[in-house]
């Protein structure tokens, strides 16, 4: 199994531009997510999803979309990027996203907005 | 809402020197679940260690060992006979129990010089 895979690993972006980073999993779990990572800041959740069809909003949404048309993958889309969200993106998955489960993290993706 | 506190940023050793690490939680849920996660200079994040609001029983792993307490909403994480390899960024995490939507700190560096 490859686990949870990310690409591209970095990306420089204008502002106003925008892009998808993709996340993959092939371990046929149910839940997957988003969060950033800025320094002293930790990680913040930004979507999730708890199978194809359903996401929703976590902690810090405003800026990006996302969407999950099957249960392998869950792209995060910035329509307009700002160097706000310069920022390291991580990707993660869980079996079947109760409370108890391990979460699996992607690489990480590295984002810079100029 | 559910909140995690690392109140220590960034912590130094010598070699072989033990080092505590403190994550103080809240929230509201009766079950609840805790992690560790470290994250060395190559970026990735690393899984150390879930334990269950259920569980205080203390664990130890090698070098590592937890000190989960309910009366004090802590669950810190002491490293004996710290190595340069020690050297990371460590995350204490929660989630609670409906989804695996996880809390993070904000992270303490920890450095061990030789």
Redesign the interface.
Known sequence: NAGVTQTPKFQVLKTGQSMTLQCAQDMNHE?M?W?RQDP??????IH?S?GAGITDQ?EVPNGYNVSRSTTEDFPLRLLSAAPSQTS?Y?C?S?YS???????Y?G??TRLTVT | AQK?T?AQ?EISVVEKEDVTLDCVYETRDT???LFWYKQPPS???V?LI?R?SFDEQNEISGRYSWNFQKSTSSFNFTITASQVVDSAVY?C?L?????????????TMLLVSP
Do not use: I, W
């Open positions: 839940y997510s969060y002293g800041m930790g990680l913040r959740l999730y708890v976590g390291v991580f993660a869980s996203g109760q409370g108890s489960d391990e979460q993290f690489p990480g | 995690v690392q940023t079950t609840y679940y970026g990735e994040l899984f879930r269950n995350f995490a989630s609670e129990r409906r989804y695996s939507t996880l809390t993070f700190g904000k992270g």
